[in-house]
């Protein structure tokens, strides 16, 4: 290159400005590290905790502000910040609220991973947890030392669907452990099952995480996950351990969400539809033993689920009968021709997952078959049930 080409200089310092007053349907993708200062009053003044200026590209974006406000919105919150995953902004809570000597409660079915970060991470700095059964009050009552700082709720439980008397567990902690913080992992209501930060008798949680990997991306392409909150204070608290954390989200992973969010609550209703329909039709089934989904009045905690909530996440759990061993499901799950096997939920494709149920749990289960839960996708309905019919008739042959 010529010393005398400033053809580099002049593409990088470009004097063209488009012009600002640009409208579309979509959010513009703003891409950062770097943000620019006017002066140097201003990179010393600004302030990112409260959203009112940018500072770098870690503590956000006219994108992400845009996302997190979006999000507030759908989680009936005040404050909205986000991880790079679901499980990520749960870890991000049990970092950001407890300290060593503290105690952490779980229900026995909560989302697995949790449970495994409070038995390896948490443990190490010498934060103590312990599991308490969902559907019974009374376990979680007796564990409210002065030491329990954080009591995570989770509706219905992951796999076994479950439903537990949110409010009861609430008014509980509220009533012997004042001094604990509750939180939701909000990923099955995602914000339109029911309103957790003000549920039908007047209680709420204090704050909730939200896997937007599930719903709000749709698209089982998408890692991410929020914190949601009413709280100012709690808000700041959260915001400074997410800050040093480091935690940040890709504008490209931003965009599909927010792409991906206009139709989050057609999707959210179309799959609860149709997981309805499935749960009806498998109960009919001879190799099914029990179906777990909360608004089957059979299903474990139905009572709870009515009462709070006026609808459903798209997936439901087979108990497929005893007499078939681990293996034949196995069989079963794989000729599936629509139900792909995977993890994750909330996308187009119907997923089909075995699980032995006490192999997750502490506390003793009442499934004596293997579970097989279901998410159900976009696909027609009658085209799933068809699918589930041939394998469920093929296992029974078989
Ligand atoms: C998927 C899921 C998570 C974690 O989300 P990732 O984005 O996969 O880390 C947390 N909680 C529940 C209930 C989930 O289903």
Redesign the pocket.
Known sequence: MQDDDHTATRLIHHPYTAPADFESPVVPVAKASTVYFPNMAALRARRWVDKSAYTYGLHGTPTTYTLEARLATLEHARHVLLAP???SA?TLVDMALLGQGDTVLLPDNV?WPNKDFSRHELARWGIAHDVYDPLDVATLAAKLTPEVKLVWL?APG?VSMEFPDLEGLIRCVRAHAPQALIAL?N??GAGLAFNPFAMPQGVGVDLTVH?L??YPSGGGDV???SVACLDDALHERLAWTHSRLGLGVGANDVEAVLRALPTVALRYHAQDAAARQIAVWAQQHAAVRRVLHPALPDSPGHAHWAATCHAAAGLLTLEIDPRFSAAAVDAFVEQLEYFRIGW?WGGAVSLAVPYQAQAMRQLPQPYAGVLVRLCIGLENVNDLIADLGRGLDALTAG
Do not use: Q, R
């Open positions: 995953s679901g499980l749960v989302y989770e992951s992992d990923t099955w896997a990997t599930k890692l991410m996950g994750s």
